[in-house]
């Protein structure tokens, strides 16, 4: 998909615009999991997720092409359009994106404050995908797929950033979405040389990427109806899939409970404010903690974008004598 030099040259592309993120190893994660953890923190970017890397490169990418396009337009719940309108902004080119239903009002917001014409149709995901399909006719814009090799690249700079400050991480855990973030990490991960583990989390209401693991071959699942808006997926893509089929040593699948459990694992041990996909990747190793007891290992916070009603909803389901 990409080498070592084109990577170099993507970080160097995406820190004009982002800068590096924090990797911190909190002692309030690491005493009661019993091992010693890093956080990646991707909720520290200018659209407070690491989905903006791959939007700054994409764009940058598009205006130095020969024809760049009059426009784009993409599907999302909320990451994915907010990278798009940021960089959109930035570059003066118009930008539509398409939302489900009942998607989170924040983001609703943040991708209307960077100028993009937002547009809310259907009950999920695939449903404002296939919108968005048909609107690309009658508007004439380039269409943005979540997953794609420019934006795989760009979001890969994260994890050439962590790998490259972390050494001889064991593991490291990462949500899975439509597979940017964690093809990203294990191309990264292969073009370094690391032996470093790659686990991919998923919610037990998502599904998809974890029933298609297991059988070797995508099984799509006829909802996603999980919290972790950016892990919500029903359908996946078949280069993605690949990828991870190769890539990642296992996926782990996790309930709702237990996401919000370690939502509050951040804001009580970092005072970090994770989103549903964002803390699923402490959820996972949260679950497989007996397994990577006395070990490095690296979780992806991936990004921060939760309304306040919703996290005052999900923490009020919570015992407060939890001890992670």
Same mark, same amino acid.
């Given at each position: 998909?990409?080498?070592?030099?084109?990577?170099?040259?993507?970080?160097e592309i995406?820190?004009?615009?982002?800068?590096?993120?924090?990797?911190?190893?909190?002692?309030?994660?690491?005493?009661?999991?019993?091992?010693?953890?890093?956080?990646?923190?991707?909720?520290?970017? +200018?659209?407070?997720?690491?989905?903006?890397?791959?939007?700054v490169y994409? *764009?940058?990418?598009?205006?130095?092409?020969?024809?760049?396009?009059?426009?784009?337009?993409?599907?999302?719940?909320?990451?994915?359009?907010?990278?798009?309108?940021?960089?959109?902004?930035?570059?003066?080119?118009?930008? #539509?994106?398409?939302? +489900?239903?009942?998607?989170?009002?924040?983001?609703?917001?943040?991708?209307?404050?960077?100028?993009?014409?937002?547009?809310?149709?259907?009950?999920?995901?695939?449903?404002?995908?296939?919108?968005?399909?048909?609107?690309?006719?009658?508007?004439?814009?380039?269409?943005? +797929?979540?997953?794609?090799?420019?934006?795989?690249?760009?979001?890969?700079?994260?994890?050439?950033?962590?790998?490259?400050?972390?050494r001889d991480?064991?593991?490291?855990?990462?949500?899975?979405?439509?597979?940017?973030?964690?093809?990203?990490?294990?191309?990264?991960?292969?073009?370094?040389?690391?032996?470093?583990?790659?686990?991919?989390?998923?919610?037990?209401?998502?599904? #998809?990427?974890?029933?298609?693991?297991?059988?070797?071959?995508?099984?799509? $699942?006829?909802?996603?109806? $999980?919290?972790?808006?950016?892990?919500? $997926?029903?359908?996946?893509?078949?280069?993605?899939?690949?990828?991870?089929?190769?890539? !990642?040593?296992?996926?782990?699948?996790?309930?709702?409970?237990?996401?919000?459990?370690? *939502?509050?694992?951040?804001?009580?041990?970092?005072?970090?404010?994770?989103?549903?996909?964002?803390?699923?990747?402490?959820?996972?190793?949260?679950?497989?903690?007996?397994?990577?007891?006395?070990?490095?290992?690296?979780?992806?916070?991936?990004?921060?974008?939760?309304?306040?009603?919703?996290?005052?909803?999900?923490? !009020?389901?919570?015992?407060?004598?939890?001890?992670?």
């Amino acid at each position: 998909m990409f080498n070592l030099k084109e990577l170099e040259q993507a970080a160097e592309i995406v820190h004009r615009v982002v800068q590096p993120t924090l990797q911190n190893n909190w002692a309030q994660l690491c005493q009661p999991l019993e091992c010693d953890v890093w956080v990646k923190h991707e909720n520290h970017t +200018p659209t407070t997720a690491f989905k903006v890397r791959g939007g700054v490169y994409l *764009m940058n990418r598009l205006q130095g092409s020969a024809n760049p396009p009059t426009g784009l337009i993409s599907a999302t719940r909320g990451n994915h359009g907010q990278s798009l309108s940021f960089s959109g902004k930035r570059a003066g080119m118009p930008i #539509t994106i398409v939302v +489900p239903e009942n998607n989170s009002e924040d983001q609703n917001r943040a991708i209307k404050a960077f100028g993009a014409d937002l547009i809310i149709y259907g009950k999920d995901f695939q449903a404002a995908r296939m919108h968005s399909l048909k609107l690309q006719a009658k508007y004439g814009y380039m269409p943005i +797929p979540p997953f794609c090799r420019d934006l795989v690249i760009g979001v890969a700079t994260y994890a050439l950033e962590f790998l490259s400050a972390v050494r001889d991480l064991d593991t490291v855990y990462v949500p899975v979405g439509m597979g940017s973030g964690i093809c990203g990490l294990i191309k990264t991960r292969d073009l370094l040389g690391l032996k470093t583990k790659i686990v991919g989390v998923v919610a037990e209401d998502a599904p #998809t990427f974890a029933l298609s693991f297991e059988a070797g071959k995508i099984i799509n $699942t006829d909802s996603a109806n $999980t919290l972790a808006d950016g892990v919500a $997926t029903s359908e996946p893509m078949e280069e993605a899939f690949e990828m991870i089929l190769k890539g !990642a040593e296992r996926i782990v699948s996790v309930s709702e409970q237990q996401i919000i459990s370690a *939502m509050y694992q951040y804001y009580q041990a970092t005072h970090n404010l994770a989103e549903g996909a964002g803390a699923i990747s402490l959820a996972g190793l949260t679950k497989e903690r007996a397994l990577m007891k006395g070990k490095k290992v690296g979780v992806i916070l991936s990004g921060g974008n939760i309304d306040f009603d919703r996290f005052r909803d999900y923490m !009020a389901t919570l015992n407060f004598n939890y001890k992670g």
